[in-house]
C-alpha cells in the first residue's frame, strides 16, 4: 500500500497487474499472507485469488504463500479445493511454515498457542495433502477439496522447508528476495533430499527475486528507493506504508542504515534492461532455478507495470536456465 493510498487502491492495483502480466505472457501471479502490517493489504489470499480468477483467463494464480501455523488445514483444503473446482488447473497452493505476523497476531488467528508452533507444521501438511488425496480415509471429507487438489509447493526462506519438500517430492520456492544468504545452500539441501513422488520425477525449485527494471540504471534506483526504506522500516518494527521515491531520497540514512540497505539489495536485480538481464542471468547460473518469480515493490502501479513490460519484451527472451 502507497502512502496515501487505501486498501481497495492497491487490491484494485494488483488486479491490473495481474491483468497485464496475463497479457505479457507470464505464467504465474501469486500473493501473500501479511496481517498487522499497515503497508501490506494482502491477509486473505484466497479472497483475493478468487477475485484475481474472475478477472483473468489463462495465468496460475497462487499463493506465495498460506501460512498454515494460522488455520486449520480443513480451512485450507475447502478454500483452494473450491478454487480449484471453479478454475480447474490454475491454482497453485504455495504452503509456508512461518506466521507472516507477529505472536500476538498469530494467536488472535488461531486462538489457541497449540498448532503455533513449527514443530507441528509437517503433521498439518499431511493432514492437509490428506484432505485433497483421501489417502487416508478419516470421518471428514473436504468438500470441495478430495480429489479438487491444487498444485502444492513449500515456501521456504531457510533449510527447514527446502528438506522437507525434497522428502515430499514437491516442488520448492525459496524467498531469495529477502534472505539472499540462504539461497544457495536451502536449494543444495532441497536437491540432496529430494524423493521422486506422485507430484514429481525430478526436483524443481523456483527462486523468487525483487526486480526494478526501468529504461535506466538511474530511474531503477530511484524507483527502488521505497522498498528499500519499506523493508528498513518493517526490521526495525515500524511499518508503514510505501513512500514516494521523493521521501526515499530524502530519507537520512545512517551509516549502518546504508549497510542494511546494501546487504537488502545484494542478488537482486535493478536496473535498465541489459542490467537486469545481466542480474537475473547471473543468479540462474548460481543458483540453476527452473524458474524465477519476480516481485517488483515501487510507489506507482504504472511504473511497476512498465518494470515487468520491459522485463518480458527485453530480458526474459534473453534468460538461459544453467542446465
Known amino acids: 500500500m502507497a502512502r496515501g493510498a487505501s486498501a481497495g487502491e492497491a487490491l484494485r492495483a494488483t488486479t491490473e497487474l495481474a491483468r497485464r502480466t496475463e497479457e505479457l505472457g507470464y505464467r504465474r501471479f501469486w500473493v501473500a499472507e501479511h496481517h498487522n502490517m499497515p503497508a501490506i493489504a494482502s491477509s486473505a489470499p484466497a479472497v483475493l485469488l478468487a477475485h484475481l480468477a474472475a478477472h483473468t483467463s489463462t495465468i496460475r494464480l497462487g499463493s506465495g504463500g498460506v501460512m498454515l501455523p494460522n488455520h486449520a488445514p480443513l480451512v485450507v483444503a475447502e478454500q483452494f479445493g473450491t478454487l480449484e473446482a471453479l478454475h480447474p488447473g490454475r491454482i497453485d497452493l504455495g504452503i509456508g511454515r512461518a506466521p507472516g505476523t507477529d505472536q500476538v497476531t498469530a494467536l488472535a488467528l488461531r486462538r489457541t498457542m497449540e498448532g503455533l508452533s513449527a514443530e507441528g507444521f509437517p503433521r498439518e501438511l499431511a493432514d492437509l495433502m490428506n484432505y485433497f488425496s483421501g489417502d487416508e480415509p478419516g470421518q471428514i471429507t473436504a468438500t470441495p477439496g478430495l480429489g479438487q487438489s491444487p498444485a502444492v509447493w513449500l515456501l521456504g526462506s531457510s533449510g527447514f522447508s527446502a528438506q522437507l519438500a525434497g522428502l515430499l517430492g514437491l516442488p520448492f520456492s525459496f524467498a531469495h528476495h529477502f534472505s539472499a544468504q540462504n539461497t544457495l545452500p536451502a536449494l543444495q539441501l532441497y536437491r540432496q533430499n529430494f524423493r521422486p513422488s506422485r507430484w514429481l520425477e525430478q526436483p524443481y525449485a523456483m527462486v523468487a527475486v525483487n526486480v526494478v527494471c526501468a529504461e535506466t540504471d538511474e530511474r531503477a534506483e530511484w524507483l527502488a528507493g521505497p522498498s528499500a526504506l519499506s523493508f528498513l522500516k518493517l526490521r526495525s518494527g515500524r511499518p508503514e506504508p510505501l513512500a514516494t521515491p521523493e521521501e526515499a531520497a530524502a530519507y ?55 518494470s515487468f513490460e520491459l522485463v518480458a519484451a527485453e530480458v526474459a527472451g534473453g534468460l538461459r536456465r544453467n542446465a
Open 252 to 306: 537520512p540514512y545512517n551509516e549502518f542504515e546504508r549497510e542494511f540497505v546494501r546487504q537488502r539489495r545484494d542478488g537482486q536485480a535493478m536496473g535498465s534492461p541489459e542490467t537486469v538481464r545481466r542480474q537475473l542471468g547471473d543468479l540462474l547460473a548460481r543458483t540453476g532455478a527452473d524458474e524465477l518469480m519476480i516481485t517488483t515493490m515501487v510507489y506507482d502501479v504504472a511504473d511497476r507495470v512498465r
